[in-house]
């Protein structure tokens, strides 16, 4: 599995590692966020995260160019991590900031995280590309982009538990404990807009808390004020986390300094460029526009992990699990299953004796661990809304040798679907992700039956509901994501690369964008299963649409 790949993808891919866990430990709580420090609604925050999202993967455009025609993608990367750096900086000391101060503070902060990442992302991928035009590496693209994009979610994957426990200690300091009604409450109390209802239950849940001294303006301040600066240091994660991404990248930058060229460097004028007549160039920049206007959808539906996913599992999954299910909210239970099943296939694909006994004893401590854990693990596990988030990206690392096995074993039999098909075949499994939740959400009151009484309903579904839809999803995302990354990479005409994988972020860009359409309809009346039933459909007339494009992206595939 690990075998054959460039030295340089385990240092692009520990760099974009760190970036990573902190981009997504900001993102874990970024609406509970501005739902608590801003009192936004629903509706409001949706439109900020859709708009933040949309910035983010839109700027890898701008970048690719800048990189493709005047930094080369060295200096953009570095630029980009700086310039990130300084976003989630303001984004921290904000925290001592109230009113419109903190919010013109937050806008600057957000600007400069999602311009940082467009400099980043993008041309990073590019040199991880880069690496494989070597004749000897061709073969192994899809099995590196698989890789990276692991990499990236074992950043990802502590992501939320990390910005669980910062919100945990932080509330602890000041005598507090998370509830997922009292922050829409306590709102709804000092705008004078809360019914009686709604203070019967707010009184009830101030009381249960040890620092509650029976004012409650002076209560509702403080849990909203402690909230939200919990909130900002979860914010603060993400500089420490640059600062490892720096290190490691000037740190390893001998295995991949090779590849960092630009047209008109010397380097690059010393390489056989293949040159494109300006029918294949178009062949191919079409065919990728094609790819770019399906994955729009799959991003609108999956980047709703950080929007209606957490919203429903704020206010229709239980706060608690039991059982087997409660060892999945300990992430390092989690990482030990992950580690356990690479072992697993190191004693099958090792070539010595050696290395099969290794594979084997570290599978037998993973399988020791967890076991005990599942002894040890409190029988009730209170959970936080953002803490499902970490199963997308478990399920990514869990999953990638097992996809990179079965797509390897096709392969050697000739039979292995192109990255179109595959982009194609993840819609659809999308598609059933959201097909589970729309199961799980059958005779549930609609968002706005519960707006009143605080958000949360009176009926939870179990936690199992919401693992199983990010296990399926995830299926979708090995098959579309690292896929796509790698056409984008092996198609894209050789002058042209940093800007046609700019505009694959671009696409996930307006994907991510779209996701605020869902929560614009969220309070709307409609009930659950008509909401995720429009994911649904848009989901399968995409996949259609790839597969009805398929011989002309094939053909554009075959002539690389």
Not at 286 to 302: E, G, K, N
Request: glycine share 10%; proline share 3%.
């Amino acid at each position: 599995m690990f075998k054959g790949h460039p030295k340089g993808l385990y240092a692009l891919a520990l760099a974009n590692t760190g970036e990573r866990f902190g981009y997504y430990t900001m993102l874990a709580i970024f609406v509970l966020f501005l739902q608590a420090k801003f009192g936004l609604s629903a509706q409001t925050a949706g439109q900020f995260y859709g708009i933040f999202l949309a910035a983010v993967y839109f700027m890898p455009i701008i970048g690719g160019y800048i990189a493709d025609k005047f930094w080369g993608f060295g200096k953009t990367v570095v630029t980009g991590i700086l310039v990130m750096f300084a976003g989630y900086l303001l984004l921290f000391t904000q925290k001592d900031a109230t009113g419109s101060m903190a919010f013109t503070m937050m806008i600057i902060a957000l600007l400069c995280i999602a311009i940082g990442t467009g400099l980043f992302k993008g041309n990073l991928q590019v040199m991880v590309g880069n690496l494989y035009d070597d004749a000897k590496y061709a073969a192994k693209r899809d099995g590196g982009f698989s890789l990276f994009y692991m990499a990236i979610n074992i950043g990802s994957m502590f992501a939320p538990t990390t910005a669980t426990a910062v919100t945990n200690m932080f509330l602890g300091k000041n005598g507090l404990t998370y509830d997922a009604n009292i922050p829409s409450l306590t709102h709804q109390f000092l705008d004078g807009t809360i019914t009686a209802d709604g203070m019967t239950r707010l009184q009830t849940l101030a009381e249960a808390q040890s620092s509650f001294g029976g004012d409650m303006t002076a209560f509702c301040h403080n849990y909203i004020d402690s909230l939200s600066v919990a909130y900002s240091y979860g914010f603060g994660v993400a500089c420490i986390s640059l600062i490892l991404s720096i290190a490691i990248y000037f740190g390893f930058r001998k295995s991949f300094k090779h590849v960092d060229v630009r047209k008109g460097d010397k380097a690059a004028k010393e390489e056989k460029v293949v040159e494109l007549t300006p029918k294949q160039t178009k062949e191919r920049v079409v065919a990728l526009c094609l790819v770019f206007a399906v994955v729009i959808f799959f991003w609108m539906a999956f980047q709703q992990a950080g929007l209606t996913l957490t919203y429903f599992a704020r206010d229709y999954t239980a706060s608690v699990a039991t059982g087997w299910t409660r060892i999945g909210f300990d992430v390092f239970t989690l990482a030990m299953i992950a580690v356990g099943v690479y072992a697993l296939f190191g004693i099958f694909q090792s070539d010595t004796v050696r290395g099969r006994s290794l594979s084997a004893l570290l599978l037998a401590a993973c399988v020791a661990g967890v076991w005990y854990k599942a002894a040890h693990v409190d029988k009730l596990v209170v959970l936080l809304p953002q803490i499902f988030q970490h199963f997308n990206p478990f399920f990514v690392v869990a999953l990638t040798p097992v996809s990179m096995a079965i797509f390897g074993a096709l392969a050697k039999k000739g039979k292995e679907p192109s990255a179109p098909r595959k982009i194609a075949l993840g819609m659809v499994v999308a598609a059933l992700g959201y097909c589970v939740l729309a199961v799980a959400s059958i005779g549930l009151p609609s968002p706005k039956e519960l707006a009143s009484t605080g958000g949360v309903s009176h009926i939870l579904v179990s936690p199992n509901w919401l693992i199983s839809t990010y296990l399926v999803l995830t299926f979708g995302e090995l098959l579309l994501s690292p896929m796509g990354i790698s056409f984008v990479s092996k198609v894209a005409p050789p002058k042209l690369k940093g800007l046609m994988m700019g505009l694959w972020f671009g696409a996930t860009a307006i994907g991510n964008y779209l996701t605020s359409v869902i929560s614009s309809i969220w309070n709307t009346g409609l009930s659950l299963v008509m909401i995720w039933g429009v994911l649904i459909i848009l989901c399968l007339v995409s996949a259609i649409f790839m597969f009805a494009m398929m011989k002309r992206l094939d053909n554009a595939t075959a002539e690389c």
